[in-house]
C-alpha cells in the first residue's frame, strides 16, 4: 500500500513537473490572462442585431458600388430593384464630392458616394456599439 501510494505521488510529481516545464518554456504563459468584464444579455444581442443590419446594409452598398464600377444597365429589373433599395442610403452621400455625371449613367464609373456611405455607417455602427457596450454592464 504503501509502495502504491509512492508511486502515485511520484506519477503526480512528473506530471506536476511537466506542467512547470511547459509553462516556463512558453513565452505566452508570462502575460498574466486577460479578465472580460461581462456584458449583459441584452446588449450583447442589441449590438448583435445592430452589427447584423449593418452587414445587411453594407452588402447591398457593395452590389451597387459593383454594378455602377461595371456599368450596369439601369433599365434592367435586378439593377433597378438593387438601385431603389440602396437609394435611400446613399441620397444624402449625393453632390458631396461634385464628382456626379448624371448624363451618362449607364457608363462604367465608381460612385465615391457609395464608398463613402459604406464608411460613414461603418464608422456609426462602431460608436453605437460601444456605447451600447459601455452601458450595458454585467448583470447581477
Known amino acids: 500500500m504503501a509502495e502504491q501510494n509512492k508511486q502515485e505521488s511520484q506519477r503526480d510529481r512528473n506530471e506536476k513537473e511537466k506542467g512547470e516545464t511547459f509553462y516556463s518554456a512558453h ?44 456599368g450596369a444597365n439601369g433599365g434592367n429589373m435586378l439593377t433597378s430593384f438593387l438601385y431603389a433599395i440602396s437609394y435611400p442610403f446613399v441620397v444624402f452621400f449625393f453632390y458631396l464630392f461634385n464628382t456626379l455625371d448624371r448624363i451618362n449613367v449607364a457608363a462604367p464609373h465608381f460612385e465615391i458616394e457609395t464608398l463613402a456611405a459604406m464608411s460613414f455607417y461603418y464608422i456609426i455602427v462602431y460608436i453605437i456599439a460601444g456605447i451600447i457596450r459601455g452601458f450595458s454592464g454585467a448583470e447581477e
Open 27 to 70: 513565452p505566452a504563459a508570462a502575460y498574466p490572462p486577460v479578465e472580460y468584464r461581462a456584458v449583459g444579455v441584452r446588449g450583447l444581442i442589441a449590438e448583435r442585431i445592430l452589427w447584423r443590419l449593418l452587414v445587411l446594409v453594407e452588402l447591398i452598398l457593395l452590389i451597387r458600388l459593383i454594378l455602377a464600377g461595371f
